[in-house]
């Protein structure tokens, strides 16, 4: 390859279109308006510069960055801050035993997780992993909020997503019956009732039970199976029958949800 | 050079002028990038170390027992994680030794996965002993994080004015979609930047919006590269952490996240 660049360049420089003496298979043939004076000078200019600025925009881009790491092998590692000083074998061994001593206690108070039941809940994989002892004894996927911001007018909007943090189970119902609020009725197209008016009533949509987080935020069942693992809710958290009631046996008023 | 055809011998060929503008265009950047990433690292090795320097002289050790060293690490690290929990915000938690990365909540793991792969600045290798341990010892703050993706997927939709029009709202609605690749920028406490990648097998180039983000990141880069050259300013050297996850871990631990988060490090 560099013979033959050799033998281009060689053969702009003195316009020739075969060079004496080069063996036979190295003969390099012009063609006519290549060696002309203009355009070789004009293309050997254009070529340079051409080769020249891709050289550094490739250096720049992907070369130069790895520089800066490159530049911190010759760094001298660790250099004293004037914090410590070098000890004795004597002083390294006590020193060993009380940094030892010391992870034994925080590993200790990191474990002391209270043995209570909890459940975890992934809002953005639509999924739950229910703990008890400390252990996962039961995972599967649920429906979280949708995100939905329902726009009645300015001043009456809602988003539909569910409260993520640490919350706690306040209530828990058997045979919940799902009190409408206002947006129920505005997302159907229907009439507002009054706040306690029979159609604000609907019985066995929330499944067998219920557990309430607080804000009117429940964990609750579904008509809707299919849409379970996808978020679809108004920020309540829908399970599966079979889901739902282990959950529902396991917590207790006071155990804790984790939502993330 | 007996062998070599007369007419390639190189002592008869004189170097045109644009060989020697080049060469001396290539030695000169190669002199001013070498000079100011030397510059530019070195500055920020010693602002790290400033920055987390014990405050009191603490009983130390000068590199003649590595373990003492991990053991002093690990108990940084415990510490940290205790400091977290204390948080009332979800933490995000990244060990390299054991390549895992978690979310925390008072303490109790609410997401753990597994990397693919990570890379991480040399910087943490050079960093003084004392001051990585007092960092490590810590939580960091995200100052800011950048995605490719929202943090809250809102999707406006106006109220139907009737029963008909619900009912086809109903079906044009369809759910936020998982089947997202999401990178994720964070930017902490004292310029570390933490990002979060699918593994790069993972991602079909059908994901455009992950791919705009990644090159949108490189160029940016490169600007700022080429700023900082030709001004001749001292260019600043970001120490960085590069994790690389399976599919749709990143989305989960960026929706996570809160604003002003917190992360520790386990290195």
């Keep these: ?260 | 050079m007996d062998d070599i055809p007369k007419y390639l011998q190189w002592k008869d060929i004189k170097l045109p002028l644009y060989y020697k503008i080049s060469l001396t265009v290539v030695a000169i950047l190669l002199v001013l990038v070498g000079i100011q990433s030397y510059r530019g690292t070195r500055h920020a090795l010693r602002q790290l170390n400033s920055s987390y320097a014990p405050q009191d002289s603490i009983l130390w050790f000068a590199n003649q027992d590595d373990s003492v060293f991990q053991l002093m690490k690990k108990r940084a690290y415990l510490k940290a994680r205790l400091r977290q929990a204390e948080s009332d915000s979800i933490g995000l938690s990244i060990d390299l030794l054991d390549s895992t990365v978690g979310l925390r909540l008072k303490g109790v793991e609410l997401h753990g996965s597994k990397m693919i792969g990570y890379s991480h600045s040399r910087l943490f290798d050079k960093m003084d002993h004392a001051s990585l341990v007092n960092m490590l010892s810590g939580t960091l703050e995200i100052s800011t994080d950048t995605s490719n993706t929202h943090k809250e997927p809102i999707k406006t939709v106006k109220a139907p004015k009737n029963e008909e029009e619900a009912a086809k709202m109903l079906v044009e609605h369809l759910p936020d979609t998982i089947d997202e690749f999401v990178a994720i920028r964070l930017l902490l406490d004292e310029n570390l930047l933490v990002t979060i990648e699918q593994w790069p097998d993972s991602v079909p180039s059908s994901a455009q919006a992950y791919h705009d983000f990644i090159s949108a990141d490189k160029r940016q880069k490169s600007v700022t590269l080429w700023k900082d050259l030709l001004s001749l300013r001292r260019p600043a050297y970001q120490a960085w952490i590069r994790i690389y996850l399976p599919p749709q871990e990143a989305k989960s631990i960026y929706r996570a996240l809160p604003k002003k988060g917190n992360v520790i490090l386990k290195i």
């Design chain 1, 1 to 260: 390859m560099s013979t033959l660049i050799q033998h281009f360049s060689y053969a702009l420089k003195s316009g020739i279109k075969s060079i004496p003496g080069m063996p036979l298979a190295h003969h390099l043939t012009l063609p006519a308006w290549l060696v002309k004076d203009s355009v070789k000078t004009i293309a050997s200019h254009a070529g340079y510069i051409l080769s020249l600025i891709i050289f550094i925009l490739i250096f720049v881009q992907y070369l130069a960055p790895s520089f800066f790491e490159n530049s911190l092998w010759m760094m001298p590692a660790n250099a004293p801050s004037g914090h410590y000083f070098a000890t004795d074998s004597t002083t390294l061994a006590s020193l060993k035993s009380q940094v030892v001593l010391d992870n034994n206690k925080l590993e200790l108070k990191i474990n002391q997780i209270s043995k209570a039941p909890y459940i975890v809940i992934n809002s953005t994989q639509n999924e739950f992993k229910l703990y008890s002892g400390g252990q996962l004894v039961r995972e599967g996927i649920c429906s979280t909020g949708s995100y939905v911001k329902l726009e009645l007018n300015d001043k009456q909007q809602w988003v539909f997503r569910t409260p993520k943090g640490m919350l706690k189970i306040r209530n828990k119902t058997k045979d919940p019956v799902w009190k409408k609020p206002d947006w129920a009725f505005i997302e159907e197209g229907k009439a507002v009732p009054s706040p306690n008016h029979p159609s604000r009533y609907e019985y066995g949509v929330l499944g067998d039970y219920s557990l309430a987080l607080g804000d009117g935020y429940l964990i609750h069942g579904t008509l809707y199976q299919r849409l379970l693992g996808m978020p679809v809710t108004h920020g309540c958290v829908r399970l599966g029958d079979q889901d739902l009631e282990a959950v529902f046996r396991t917590l207790r008023i006071g155990d804790r949800v984790y939502i993330y």
